[in-house]
């Protein structure tokens, strides 16, 4: 059987504030296959962007990575020193981030900013670089890559800056590509032909994809396996179809209910989270969603459950799986225990 080529374990990272210790991480593990198309979603502030940055050991100040193990290729980036890792990133680990026109330097032409990745690493000289910067630029499909490589970012629209990036990100043939958010304030027809380009250079180079985002209708349509963060934890993971067709964690089972469907049976209102994510400085005792959750127990709000397998691979945190609030719900056992709650859960929240 294939080993994978990155594995983390008990990852945690950690932002030491004023006011207090922001778990940004705590305790994510997983795994990534050759060639695999992972996807990392949740809500804004869940921890997907900082488990990125943590596997690079790219966290801002005053965050730092506190615990866990960052195995790449077998080795553990985590106790590297800086010149190895500054050798990994960009090499057989490159990331896409979110805002390209921050990240693109706007007074370097384009072309040298993506030929700067292989002179850093020294794959490539000068002359050859600037060759395959142009080979890039065609590659990500940019028309007229002879001319484009010769512009300033601000000559790009955002589409083409955003292919640029990718272009960086590809420049030295990565192993990992890390994309944090790629679509981000591209409108849709843009959005669409960025992931039918990241889904090609995964089939085409075999590079193994961590597609980072809040929107679950671009990890359907592009990834393979589905994990679910909230309040820098992992809640469920899964094969993506699987996840799709039968979420087990009721966070997941809300997102899903908060987007529209052009396959639904029937038209109805979509239904948004109530309430906030949780203060990471003080989180809630027992489940961290449980402030939020409409299917929660007594037991949620004493014990923080651990992942656990709910079907053939497939894993979720929770004391109330969708499958036995469908149950209880049926037979009438499922109450709301808030204090001051004299009614039951509304039996509406599970139509649909």
Same mark, same amino acid.
């Given at each position: 059987?294939?080993?994978?080529? %990155?594995?983390?374990?008990?990852?945690?990272?950690?932002?030491?504030?004023?006011?207090?210790?922001?778990?940004?991480?705590?305790?994510?593990?997983?795994?990534?296959?050759?060639?695999?198309?992972?996807?990392?979603?949740?809500?804004?502030?869940?921890?997907?962007?900082?488990?990125? @940055?943590?596997? %690079?050991?790219?966290?801002?100040?005053?965050?730092?990575?506190?615990?866990?193990?960052?195995?790449?290729?077998?080795?553990?980036?985590?106790?590297?020193?800086?010149?190895?890792?500054?050798?990994?990133?960009?090499?057989?680990?490159?990331? &896409?981030?979110?805002?390209?026109?921050?990240? @693109?330097?706007?007074? %370097?032409?384009?072309?040298?900013?993506?030929?700067?990745?292989? @002179?850093?690493?020294?794959?490539?000289?000068?002359?050859?670089?600037?060759?395959?910067?142009?080979?890039?630029?065609?590659?990500?499909? &940019?028309?007229?890559?002879?001319?484009?490589?010769?512009? $300033?970012?601000?000559?790009?629209?955002?589409?083409?800056?955003?292919?640029?990036?990718?272009?960086?990100?590809?420049?030295?043939?990565?192993?990992?590509?890390?994309?944090?958010?790629?679509?981000?304030?591209?409108?849709?027809?843009?959005?669409?032909?960025?992931?039918?380009?990241?889904?090609?250079?995964?089939?085409?180079?075999?590079?193994?994809?961590?597609?980072?985002?809040?929107?679950?209708?671009?990890?359907?349509?592009?990834?393979?396996?589905? &994990?679910?963060? $909230?309040?820098?934890?992992?809640?469920?993971?899964?094969?993506?179809?699987?996840?799709?067709?039968?979420?087990?964690?009721? $966070?997941?089972?809300?997102?899903?209910?908060?987007?529209?469907?052009?396959?639904?049976?029937?038209?109805?209102?979509?239904?948004? &989270?109530?309430?906030?994510?949780?203060?990471?400085?003080?989180?809630?005792?027992?489940?961290?969603?449980?402030?939020?959750?409409?299917?929660?127990?007594?037991?949620?709000?004493?014990?923080?459950?651990?992942?656990?397998?709910?079907?053939?691979?497939?894993?979720?945190?929770?004391?109330?799986?969708?499958?036995?609030? $469908?149950?209880?719900?049926?037979?009438?056992?499922?109450?709301?225990?808030?204090?001051?709650?004299?009614?039951?859960?509304?039996?509406?929240?599970?139509?649909?």
């Amino acid at each position: 059987m294939t080993e994978p080529i %990155l594995r983390v374990r008990d990852l945690e990272t950690k932002f030491f504030t004023d006011d207090g210790v922001v778990q940004a991480v705590d305790g994510v593990s997983f795994d990534l296959m050759p060639g695999e198309t992972l996807g990392i979603v949740g809500e804004s502030g869940c921890g997907k962007s900082m488990t990125a @940055l943590s596997l %690079l050991r790219l966290v801002p100040e005053p965050g730092r990575v506190t615990g866990g193990e960052v195995l790449f290729k077998g080795n553990d980036i985590l106790q590297m020193t800086a010149d190895e890792v500054r050798d990994l990133r960009g090499k057989d680990l490159a990331m &896409i981030f979110q805002d390209p026109q921050s990240s @693109l330097n706007p007074v %370097l032409r384009t072309g040298f900013q993506i030929q700067e990745a292989m @002179l850093a690493h020294h794959t490539a000289d000068r002359k050859s670089s600037a060759r395959k910067a142009v080979d890039l630029l065609k590659q990500v499909r &940019i028309p007229a890559a002879e001319s484009r490589v010769k512009d $300033y970012p601000h000559q790009l629209s955002g589409g083409m800056r955003q292919r640029a990036m990718i272009a960086m990100g590809l420049a030295n043939s990565p192993s990992v590509l890390i994309a944090d958010e790629p679509t981000t304030a591209l409108d849709v027809t843009v959005q669409a032909q960025i992931l039918e380009l990241i889904r090609d250079l995964n089939q085409e180079l075999n590079t193994a994809v961590i597609m980072i985002t809040h929107n679950l209708g671009v990890v359907a349509g592009l990834c393979t396996r589905i &994990i679910v963060m $909230y309040a820098g934890r992992i809640v469920e993971e899964g094969p993506t179809k699987q996840i799709f067709k039968n979420p087990q964690h009721p $966070y997941t089972w809300s997102l899903l209910r908060s987007l529209p469907r052009v396959d639904a049976d029937r038209r109805e209102r979509l239904r948004s &989270i109530e309430g906030l994510p949780p203060d990471l400085i003080h989180p809630p005792s027992g489940c961290r969603f449980h402030p939020r959750c409409p299917f929660r127990v007594e037991r949620c709000y004493r014990e923080d459950p651990a992942l656990a397998q709910v079907a053939p691979d497939q894993r979720a945190a929770c004391w109330v799986t969708m499958d036995r609030a $469908y149950k209880e719900m049926n037979a009438g056992e499922l109450v709301d225990v808030r204090p001051g709650a004299g009614s039951g859960v509304n039996p509406g929240v599970l139509d649909g």
